[in-house]
């Protein structure tokens, strides 16, 4: 492509139609490709913008957020060199995308891949991991199948249609039926200019029986200049499938993520996810499981540290389709500074879900007095043999406690980080993975010393 | 009223007089008209204590006289206001430090109500607790011309061993968190494995034998008494004569609404024992 494409990519801003079609020009796609982007984008203008009266948006400010001024993408232009951050401890999330262990990567750097890697074990096995370009191009059939139409459907929201037009990146797993990949598949996306836009889509499909390790981690450094990011994430696993997902969000200080995940659980299917939230300037999750298969089991824990002026929010869903199913969820936060949070979960039971058994439980350690956390547990419940529990806390380091460590020497400073990683320690505790665990432990001690 | 105080003072300086005075000739730990309240009520109304190098002082008293008040004041906890008098720890004003100096310095409180922490380890915080310690004791000998020895994680991890063997408490208990779910006497146990660990030159033991059983008691008892000596002094706070029989005071004190009203030697335990507060009140004063 010519250096004058790219300069005049540069200087359109704002989302439009001919943005997506210019997008899907720059990437060479088969007119269907084009056709699925124009459709999403039709819906993206019949959608309105949500509204404060809509409950999920109800705590939710987006007035600062100016999607005019923001180009819808950005990076054709970069040379294919891995970015430096990916050798730099200091990145979280680029820690947890660099270890050595892997079973496949996929670097991406605004609307760009970099890298793409499978372990040839993997791939002899029939298994997919590649970028989303290479999948629309080399397994049309898959995503035709299970890209956004299912998990989350391009109307689902506006966010997501609006995804569903200009997605840029991000990753494609698909492990046959029968198939264990024990070690991690990494996907890292990386967002370089401020005033720049990505959209990054996950989609893991586990066939029967198959089991599978995802991590995803979003990271960019702080710039001037509001960012935008609306990420989609699809899980789709068959029956007796198990998928563990790891999600690290580290953006910079002047990005505004969204993130919507749906999950959707066959028979006897299992998914382990957990959600970090470190970065950006405003942060909203949507994330969902649907266990639509009778004894199908989502353990989703979270942990969440905003310091400064972040925003966070989470909104949450158990869906209980079936009978026999389990949900446990567990999202703890700290806030300092004068961050803010908003958590909200739903335990869903569907009529005739009989047997399940949901619990959820948030908790908010407050560090400062202009912190502030929200919790908002709500329950829906259509069957009478159910058992759910949930509960929310939001609590502040208790005095007595400081006082007990630092009547044993420990100065107060250490005693408060001490304390907070103990708060922690519990969600850290339920990831049977050392590498991030030990990742979590720095990414909070790191938070601490904000 | 006044002239009761004097003759009180006068009673507990003489013991530090005659047997609390360390080699320099200042008295290792003395505390001086001590006034402390909390939200705004007096508590302690003018405390006089003075324990010697190496000794061994018990402190009784009925409940609410103010005996962990005092202890709190000595390891400085923040919501007591000191108002009047001094604590003086080889010679140094303690008041002014902050509770991690003090631990730093050598001060060791037991506490009759141990805090849980939830999430922390206790070998995680029991590291921390010693490292804290032993580099601020570093620091010091460094400056006084000595030599800093700092302490591997390994040395560390068969220290915390040696001494939880001693204490007969299972290697179970180093991954536990501090303190949660532990029994009344378990708590009992790792508060004197801190002590053990962080082996300061002066020790408030808050009730450690209550929640004992009478092997525990034992255990405690003997990893007390192989600290207690010329490196370490001993403010036992107790309402049971039963621990004196395994820990010997040479001094015992009598607290009453927030001061010590009356000091000898071990016999005024079994004095207590007998007789109960009853006869003491009468003779200190019906306000008490
Ligand atoms: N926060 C507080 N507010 C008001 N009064 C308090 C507070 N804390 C302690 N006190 C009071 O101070 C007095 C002394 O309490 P302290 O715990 O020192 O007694 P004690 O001698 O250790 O008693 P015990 O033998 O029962 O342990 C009590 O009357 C108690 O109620
Ligand atoms: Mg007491």
Known sequence: MSATTIDTMAALTGFSREAVEELSRLKGEPNWVRQQRLAAWAVYEALPFPQRTDEEWRRTDLRALKLDRLRPFQGFGLDGHVPAALADPTDAAATVTAGDLNAGVVVQQDARTLRTEIAPEAAAQGVIFTDLDTAFRDHGDLIRQHFMTKAVPSDFGKFEALHAALWQGGSFLYVPAGVTVELPFRAFVRATEAGGSVFSHTLAVLEEGAEAFLVDAYGSPSLDGQGFTSAVVEHVLAADAKLRYVQVQDWGRNVWSFMTERSLLADDATLNSLHVT??????????????????????????????????????????????????????????????????????????????????????????????????IPNLEIGANDVRCTHGATISQVEEEHLFYLQARGVPRTEAQKLIVEGFFRPVIDRIPVEEIQGFLESAIARKVGI | MRERRETMSETSTGIGTSNGHGATGTPMFQ??????????????????????????????????????????????????????????????????????????????????????????????????????????????????????????????????????AMLKMDDAFATRYLNEGFSGGEKKRAEILQMALLEPRMAVLDETDSGLDIDALKVVSEGVNALAGPGMGVLLITHYQRLLNFIKPQHVHIMMAGRVVQSGGPELAHELEAKGYEGLRAQVGAAV
């Open chain 2, 31 to 164: 505390i001086e008209n001590l006034h402390a309240s909390i939200e705004d009520k007096e508590i302690l109304k003018g405390v006089d204590l003075t324990i010697g190098q190496g000794e061994v002082h018990a402190l009784m008293g009925p409940n609410g006289s103010g005996k962990s008040t005092l202890a709190y004041v000595i390891a400085g906890h923040p919501s007591y206001e000191v108002t009047e008098g001094s604590v003086k720890f080889f010679g140094e004003d303690i008041l002014e430090w902050s509770p991690e100096e003090r631990a730093q310095k050598g001060l060791f409180l037991a506490f009759q109500y141990p805090t849980v922490i939830p999430g922390v380890s206790m070998a995680n915080f029991l590291r921390m607790a010693v490292t804290n310690v032993r580099n601020a004791r570093a620091e010091a000998e460094v400056a006084a011309g000595g030599e800093a020895k700092p302490m591997t994680p390994r040395e560390f991890r068969r220290l915390m061993k040696e001494k939880m």
């Open chain 1, 278 to 375: 470190l970065g950006a300037r405003f942060s909203k999750s949507s994330i969902a499981a649907r266990l639509q298969g009778k004894n199908s089991l989502a353990e989703m824990l979270g942990i969440y540290f905003g310091d400064g002026d972040q925003f966070f929010d989470h909104h949450t869903w158990q869906l209980h389709e079936s009978p026999y199913t389990t949900s446990d969820l567990e999202f703890k936060g700290a806030l300092k500074g004068s961050a803010r949070s908003v958590y909200s979960g739903l335990i869903k039971v569907s009529e005739g879900a009989q047997k399940t058994d949901a619990y959820q439980q948030n908790r908010n350690l407050v560090l400062s007095r202009t912190a502030r956390a929200d919790s």
